[in-house]
């Protein structure tokens, strides 16, 4: 017996797309692992007896990096005099993460920072990034290296978007300044199967939805620590105005999962996800919902293990966000634009 997820109208998805988007800016351990419908021993001789978990990742509001300090003015002196116009720094970054052109955050060795929103006043420059080459990896796990150039604004007003001028934003490569390996471990595409179908039908479920038929785009097996037990994820959208996002029935969903083996059984987890629910139906947006596709899995911040990066969207604008996949998957930074 599963246990679903808890949260009420899957708030991972609206926060990324909507409060971090406008910030001053998508399981498993196929746990019964799979390809083709083989099972894998490893996860039978393990959790023959194992009990099955859903739970909602960590949605803790990332680290973000500090930009700059702002001038104060001494009134003390003279009543009369002018005040002192405020000046702002962008910071010093490295190690920035990327979705083909889009700079999604960066690693400073020790935390995870979210690329800076704009700022309206006086700016001395813009973010000092030198690096000249960002590394992609590519469907098939080979590197891909571009020349990059300066970071430029993109969406800096309403959202936290910074580029390097790469157009080829239809690719969905994933990649980073950073030198470490991006792929560690092999990352292998499979077909889905009823355990993935069946995890994708709990989280509607946990919404108080009716289950529609069940569609999936993608399922990705991997080991994501490094222990020798393969985690997957599942990328599944079932949305019929995909032009609007709006007068979607109810239980109609878009979300991606992580499902693994732990100590107590197979565990599926959302790290982000909406459904769409009889309330949604009575609002004033009637049948709104938001997406979320899973783009790639790398290792982002060269500790040798994976992150997932996911692309979030709604009415009324998008992003990009990037989940840590350890012991506790968690949110760690996003990039957007929107209201």
């Known amino acids: 017996m599963t246990t679903p997820a808890g949260s009420k109208k899957n708030s991972t998805t609206k926060w990324i ?25 490893r996860e039978l001789a393990s959790n023959a007896d194992t009990v099955p978990t859903t739970r909602a990742a960590d949605t803790t509001a990332p680290a973000t990096s500090v930009v700059g300090d702002t001038a104060t003015t001494d009134t003390t002196a003279s009543s009369t005099s002018s005040p002192t116009v405020a000046t702002f720094v962008y910071p010093a970054i ?21 690329m800076p929103s704009g700022y309206d006043g006086p700016v001395t420059e813009t973010p000092l990034f030198d690096a000249q080459t ?47 390996e991006l792929r560690p471990r092999e990352v292998v595409e499979i077909a889905a199967d009823e355990a993935h179908l069946q995890s994708v039908r709990d989280v509607i479920a946990a919404e108080g939805a009716e289950v529609p038929e069940i569609e999936v785009q993608r399922v990705v097996r991997f080991d994501a620590d490094g222990d020798g037990t393969d985690e997957v994820l599942i990328s599944a959208e079932r949305i019929d105005s995909p032009d609007t996002l709006l007068d979607e029935p109810v239980g109609n969903y878009s979300m991606v999962l992580l499902r693994r083996v732990t100590p107590t ?16 139906r009575s ?21 040798g293990h994976f992150e997932a990066v996911i692309t979030t969207g709604y009415y009324e604008g998008g992003g990009v966000a990037i989940y840590s996949l350890g012991p506790t998957p968690e949110l760690v930074v996003a990039a957007g634009c929107g209201v």
């Open 94 to 114: 490295g190690n920035v993460a990327f979705l083909d052109g889009l700079a999604l955050g960066w690693w400073d060795g020790t935390t995870w920072n979210e």
């Open 134 to 180: 960002v590394r992609y990896v590519d469907p098939a796990g080979q590197i891909v290296a571009r020349e990059v150039s300066p970071l430029t604004e993109q969406c800096t007003e309403v959202g936290n978007q910074w580029t390097v001028g790469d157009d080829r934003a239809t690719e969905g490569l994933v990649g980073t300044s950073g030198e470490w």
């Open 283 to 303: 609002g004033d947006f009637q049948g709104f919902i938001a997406f979320s596709r899973l783009a790639d899995v790398a290792d982002l911040d060269g500790d």
């Open 17 to 41: 797309a909507g409060a971090s988007i406008a910030l001053a800016a998508v399981v498993a351990a196929v746990l019964v692992l799979t390809n083709g419908g083989e099972t894998d021993d």
């Open 265 to 280: 059984g197979v565990e599926t987890i959302v790290l982000s996800s909406d459904v769409v629910t009889a309330e949604d």
